[in-house]
Structures are given as C-alpha cells and as structure tokens.
C-alpha cells in the first residue's frame, strides 16, 4: 500500500509527459518558451499544472493513460483554460491540432519503464556458458541481457546493462 501525504500525493513520485510529437507539437505553440527551456522541464512542469489544479491525480493509476483518460469527466473548457494558462500565461483560444495533441499526450511516472514510467523491478538474466572449463573447474557463465519487468503495466524490458 502506497502512503499518500495530506494533499493526495505519493511522496517521491514525479509524473510527466512522454516527449513524443504531440508534446512537440504542444510546446510549439508559444516559441519563446519552447526556444528558451528545456523540454525535459517543460514536461514535468506541464504535468505537475495540471496535478495542481486538481485535473488528475499523481498516482501510479495514471501511468501510461493520456490526458483525455486521466482527466475523465472533467470539462474540456477547464483542460483548455488551464493548457491556454500554461503556455501563455493568459486564458486564450488554442489551435485545435494543439489541444488534440495534447489530449493524446502521455502521461510517465519518474521510473525507467519507456512504456508508462512506471518502476521496473529485475526478473532474471540471459547468459550462455564459456567452454573454459576443465575436470576441476566449471565453466564460466557470462550474463548477456538483464530481464525487467514493469511493476504498473508488465512490459518487460531486456537492456545489456543492469538497471
């Protein structure tokens, strides 16, 4: 069980925004901000926007839903008003293709899984063994891929390196 501080939030966590076309497409809306941030930060704070202003939540539920699933039944001109706040810092009309956009935007948590975000915990290795052996000494065992598994939505992930 997850503990929650007072507001809501699980302490640690950082959800952001998978940077993708769609966030692309988003943070060019306003150049200045786009040319002079990075977008890493722009995710992150973009997301935490809208988990301040009560439109989702900070949970591991989230991870890997868009914003529309996120959202759920909030109203369009809320998510709009505070995307158009965002980026400009000001409620004002949006390009449609920037709020479609980000309504197909990504939601991650702050772990290493690519698919979600989500904590990857170590499930095996992949290796073979070297033939150096002899009648006294067994054969050396040589690790190729770790094996993780994510712990929100079961992706398995196999890297060279260990995690």
């Known amino acids: 069980?997850?503990?929650?501080?007072?507001?809501?939030?699980?302490?640690?966590?950082?959800?952001?925004?998978?940077?993708?076309?769609?966030?692309?497409?988003v943070v060019r809306a306003n150049p200045a901000m786009y040319e002079t941030r990075p977008v890493s930060e722009l995710a992150a704070e973009l997301c935490q926007t809208f988990i301040d202003s009560g439109m989702f939540e900070d949970t591991p539920d989230n991870y890997g839903a868009t914003v529309i699933q996120a959202t759920g039944d909030k109203l369009v001109s809320d998510v709009c008003a505070g995307l158009s706040t965002f980026l400009f810092g000001e409620c004002r009309?949006?390009?449609?293709?920037?709020?479609?956009?980000?309504?197909?935007?990504?939601?991650?948590?702050?772990?290493d899984c690519p698919e979600c975000g989500g904590e990857l915990k170590f499930v095996e290795t992949e290796g073979h063994e070297l033939n150096d052996g002899d009648y006294y000494t067994p054969n050396s065992y040589v690790v190729d891929k770790y094996v993780y598994q994510c712990r929100e939505c079961g992706a398995t992930i196999k890297t060279e390196k260990e995690l």
Request: with cysteine.
């Open 1 to 25: 069980m997850l503990t929650k501080t007072p507001t809501g939030r699980i302490p640690g966590t950082v959800m952001r925004f998978k940077i993708d076309s769609n966030f692309m497409r």
């Open 93 to 111: 009309a949006i390009h449609c293709d920037v709020f479609d956009a980000f309504t197909r935007l990504v939601i991650l948590g702050d772990g």
